[in-house]
Each structure stands twice: as structure tokens, then as C-alpha cells.
């Protein structure tokens, strides 16, 4: 007499363990984030940079601890590539986050400057790419000068104005009351190089104001310069085109490069004919790569 044998399904095997990580991975994408917070270093230039870069590319657990440790820090990766390297932004909240006032406020005690500087900081940017396609564009290099971007303004300037008399505003606030002025009616109102005799910029003048955005942005890694023409000559990084990516959806940038001026090849700024558009208001603090207060 033969014995009964129950069979049964059989059991699925056991997932392969994951490998734990170690503190040397740990130590290795922290080290990874750190680079990206250096804007100005180039994988190509640095090994180790562009060894941990090919890393995190072909590894995917590493891809993943890299992304976690900038996520604690409060930085939200861009894009991770040879081109730009661990390109990162800083979240609202995070310890790595300028902010306008800040950053005003180390350049002049004017409270009126603080929107003066962000506004010079949406101009660049939309000078620098003026049309989706260009900010789509990967090989796109963006170059701005000084005097073109406070150009450009100037034009954004009459025709906000332009618009203001169409409607009907009031043109003349009170003169105590700076909160209440449209932003053409401050930039326009301030000179444009300052009131030496030797015509020399004032660092609150407005080119000056824009020759110090674009000297942040350079030190930041986001512009580099070229020359000493108009005021100062810059192209863009590929860190600058992500940064501006990440934030073209603006109320602020959309107003102002829906107003029709646009700049041409040698740094300048033309007028052209606006499309008719929902109005969108200025906002003081839009100024890139800055979050409010």
C-alpha cells in the first residue's frame, strides 16, 4: 500500500535581497550634491564629479539616494547630465534659498530697489530666452548685454504705459505712496547710468542695478561673461536654461514678454506688435532665481 503524498503549488522563490547602502554610497551622493551646489565646476573639468555623474546614470539605487539626499536638503533636481552636471534649485523652504529682499538689501537700503532688482532679474531672463522654442532648445545659447536689458525694460516701460493711458489709470500716484506705482512708472523714473558729471554708473542707477544681477547670475554659474561692450556682455549656462525652464510659467515673465518687445541679435531691444492678452500683474518678487519673502 502506497503512501499518500499531498503535493502543492510551490513557493514563489524569495525576492533577492537589496543590497543595503552603505555609508560609502551614502558619502558618495551626498558628495554628488555637493558638486551640484558648486555651479560654477564642470563635470568635464573635476573626475570624481564626472565619475559619480556616470554613476548615478547607470546606477539606479544611486540615482535614487542622490535624489533623496537633495530632497532633504530642500533642493529639487533640474537635471542630471554631462552638459550641466547635478543641476539643482532650491525650494522654497530649503536653507539654500535666496530671496529678493536678501539679496536687495545687500545692494541698497532703498526698500523701492527691491522690486527694481527683480525686475532686472525677469528681464535677463526673458531677454536671454525670449521664445519657447529657444528655452526647448538644448543647444540654445542666450546673450544678453547691460544696456540691452535696460533697454529692453525701457521699452517694456512705454509700453505699459501706453496701456495705462488706453485704460484710463492714473499716471500720477502720490508721490508718498511708492507701493501703489506700476513698475514702469518706478524703473522709468530712475536714471538710467546716475547723475555724475562724467556720466560714470551708479550702483543704483538701472544699468547698475542690471550689472549686478548679471554679476550674481555669473558667480552663480548661470551667465558668463564675454566682454565690456554695452555695459557688459554675457551668454547663458545650461544651468541658467533649466533655471529659467523651471520657472518660465510666471505671471511676471509671461506680462513682460507679452508686451511685444523682444531682443535682437546685437543685444538690443526692438518693438513689435503685442498680441491681445488677458492682463497679468507684475509681481514684486518674481525676480529669478529669487522666492519671495
Given at each position: 500500500m502506497s503512501e499518500h503524498v499531498e503535493w502543492s503549488e510551490p513557493e514563489d522563490p524569495a525576492p533577492a535581497a537589496t543590497a543595503a547602502v552603505t555609508p560609502a554610497d551614502a558619502a558618495d551622493a551626498a558628495r554628488l550634491v555637493s558638486f551640484g551646489l558648486q555651479p560654477k565646476l564642470q563635470p568635464a573639468?573635476?573626475?570624481?564629479?564626472?565619475?559619480?555623474?556616470?554613476?548615478?546614470?547607470?546606477?539606479?539605487?544611486?540615482?535614487?539616494?542622490?535624489?533623496?539626499?537633495?530632497?532633504?536638503?530642500?533642493?529639487?533636481?533640474?537635471?542630471?547630465?554631462?552638459?550641466?552636471?547635478?543641476?539643482?534649485t532650491a525650494a522654497e523652504d530649503s536653507v539654500f534659498a535666496v530671496r529678493m529682499g536678501d539679496y536687495a538689501r545687500r545692494t541698497s537700503?532703498?526698500?523701492?530697489?527691491?522690486?527694481?532688482?527683480?525686475?532686472?532679474?525677469?528681464?535677463?531672463?526673458?531677454?536671454?530666452?525670449?521664445?519657447?522654442?529657444?528655452?526647448?532648445?538644448d543647444g540654445y545659447?542666450?546673450?544678453?548685454?547691460?544696456?540691452?536689458?535696460?533697454?529692453?525694460?525701457?521699452?517694456a516701460c512705454r509700453r505699459l504705459e501706453e496701456r495705462a493711458e488706453e485704460q484710463g489709470e492714473n499716471t500720477d500716484p502720490a508721490t508718498d505712496a511708492p507701493g501703489l506705482e506700476a513698475a514702469w512708472r518706478i524703473w522709468v523714473r530712475r536714471s538710467a547710468t546716475g547723475a555724475t558729471k562724467d556720466a560714470r554708473r551708479l550702483a543704483g542707477s538701472t544699468t547698475g542695478i542690471v550689472a549686478k544681477a548679471a554679476a550674481f547670475l555669473t558667480e552663480s554659474g548661470f551667465l558668463q561673461r564675454t566682454g565690456d561692450d554695452?555695459?557688459?556682455?554675457?551668454?547663458?549656462?545650461?544651468?541658467?536654461?533649466l533655471q529659467v525652464r523651471d520657472m518660465a510659467g510666471t505671471a511676471a515673465m509671461a506680462e513682460l514678454l507679452d508686451l511685444g518687445v523682444v531682443p535682437v541679435t546685437d543685444g538690443t531691444p526692438t518693438l513689435v506688435a503685442a498680441e491681445e492678452s488677458d492682463d497679468l500683474e507684475l509681481v514684486a518678487d518674481a525676480g529669478l532665481p529669487f522666492h519671495s519673502s
Open positions: 573639468r573635476d573626475q570624481e564629479y564626472a565619475d559619480l555623474l556616470r554613476r548615478y546614470r547607470e546606477d539606479p539605487p544611486f540615482a535614487r539616494l542622490a535624489d533623496a539626499v537633495a530632497t532633504g536638503l530642500g533642493l529639487i533636481v533640474l537635471e542630471v547630465s554631462p552638459r550641466a552636471g547635478m543641476a539643482v537700503a532703498d526698500g523701492g530697489d527691491r522690486f527694481l532688482h527683480g525686475l532686472a532679474h525677469l528681464a535677463v531672463a526673458a531677454m536671454a530666452f525670449p521664445r519657447p522654442e529657444d528655452l526647448a532648445d545659447i542666450g546673450r544678453i548685454t547691460v544696456n540691452g536689458v535696460d533697454a529692453f525694460v525701457r521699452q554695452h555695459g557688459g556682455t554675457y551668454r547663458t549656462t545650461a544651468r541658467y536654461q
